[in-house]
C-alpha cells in the first residue's frame, strides 16, 4: 500500500517536473488516482485507529494484571550527560534558543594534573556506574553518550532530555582552575532570568532544588570542600533544558589530591553513592 502510494507520488512529481505538453495530461491523470487513493488511506487510518484501541485495553488489561504482581515501579527517568567526548570540533552552535554567543559543538574539557586523564574519560566511567547505581534504584536511565568516540553537542544533550520528558537531567563534570590548590565541588543551574527561556519554560525553581539535593548528599558522601550553586546562563546544555537541570563538578582535576582520589574505584563510588541519594532526595521533595 505505502509503496503503491509512493509510485504514485513519484509520477506525480515525475509529470510535475517533466518537460514537454504532456506533463499537463499526465499530471491530471496522477492526481486522479492519487485522490483515490486518499480515500484508501483514510479507510486504512480508520481501522488502524480500532487496532491501536484493541491493542491498548489489552495492555491495560496486562498492566493491571502485572502490577498485582509486584512489577516494580519506575521511580522516574533520569538522563545522565557525561561531559564532553573525545573529540574537539568548534563548528559554532548556540548556547540557548535564540541566542548570538555560540560555542563549539565538541570539547574535550580539561585534565588530570596528576593521572593525565582527560576529563571525558573520567565523566563517562562515572556516569556509567551512577547509570547501573540508579538503574538498581528503580530509575530508568537514558545516557546522553555511552562511548569516548562521538560528538554530541551541548543542544543535542539537552535535547534528548527533552525527548526523555526527564525528572532530572543530570550533567557529569570535573573542574579545572589554574591554581593547583583549588579543591571542592559544585553545581550550577540557570538563573531565574535566564534569557533563554521564553520558549523552553524549563521550571528554574526545581533545577535550583536539584542542583541543592545533589550538592549536599554529594558533599555528605566525599566530603570536600562544599563550593556551592552557581545560577549561570552561559552553560549551553542547561540552556536548551526544558526539563529541571544540574551541571556537576565533582572535583578539581588540577588539584593533584583530588584528581588522583577520583582515580580510584573507592572514592569514585562515594561520588555516584552522593549522586544518586541526591536525586533520590530531590525525587521525593518534587512528588
Ligand atoms: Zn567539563
Redesign the pocket.
Known amino acids: 500500500m505505502k509503496r503503491l502510494l509512493l509510485c504514485l507520488n513519484l509520477i506525480a512529481l515525475l509529470a510535475l517536473f517533466g518537460c514537454g505538453d504532456e506533463s499537463t495530461t499526465t499530471t491530471t491523470a496522477a492526481v486522479t488516482e492519487a485522490t483515490e487513493q486518499t480515500t484508501e488511506v483514510t479507510t486504512e487510518v480508520t481501522s488502524e485507529t480500532e487496532e491501536t484501541t484493541a491493542a491498548t485495553t489489552e495492555e491495560t488489561t496486562e498492566a493491571t494484571t502485572e502490577a498485582t504482581t509486584e512489577e516494580p515501579k519506575i521511580k522516574g527517568v533520569v538522563v545522565i550527560d557525561p ?2 567526548q573525545g573529540h574537539t570540533d568548534k563548528t559554532p552552535e548556540p548556547i540557548g534558543p535564540g541566542a548570538k554567543k555560540t560555542i563549539g559543538i565538541a570539547g574535550v ?2 585534565c588530570g594534573v596528576s593521572t593525565k586523564t582527560p ?1 571525558y574519560e573520567l565523566t563517562l566511567e562515572l556516569s556509567l556506574k551512577l547509570r547501573d547505581e540508579l538503574t538498581a534504584r528503580g530509575y530508568q536511565v537514558i545516557m546522553t553518550r555511552e562511548s569516548n568516540d562521538v560528538k554530541v553537542s551541548c543542544k543535542t544533550r539537552a535535547e534528548i532530555a527533552n525527548d526523555a520528558n526527564a525528572d532530572a537531567f543530570i550533567r557529569i ?2 573542574n579545572g582552575s589554574e591554581n593547583k590548590k583549588v579543591k571542592g565541588c559544585m553545581t550550577a543551574c540557570i538563573s531565574s532570568k535566564n534569557p533563554y527561556q521564553d520558549e523552553i519554560h524549563q521550571d528554574y525553581e526545581k533545577s535550583r532544588l536539584l542542583s541543592e539535593k545533589v550538592l549536599n548528599s554529594l558533599v555528605d558522601s566525599i566530603h570536600t570542600k562544599r563550593e556551592g550553586i552557581f545560577e549561570r546562563d552561559d552553560l549551553s546544555g542547561n540552556n536548551w533544558a526544558k526539563v529541571p537541570t544540574t551541571l556537576v563538578e565533582v572535583g578539581y582535576m588540577t588539584n593533584p589530591e583530588e584528581d588522583e582520589l577520583m582515580a580510584t574505584d573507592e572514592y569514585q563510588k562515594k561520588i555516584v553513592d552522593g549522586l544518586a541519594n541526591g536525586i533520590d532526595s530531590y525525587i521525593e521533595a518534587v512528588e
Open positions: 561531559g564532553h574539557g580539561t576529563e563534570h570535573a
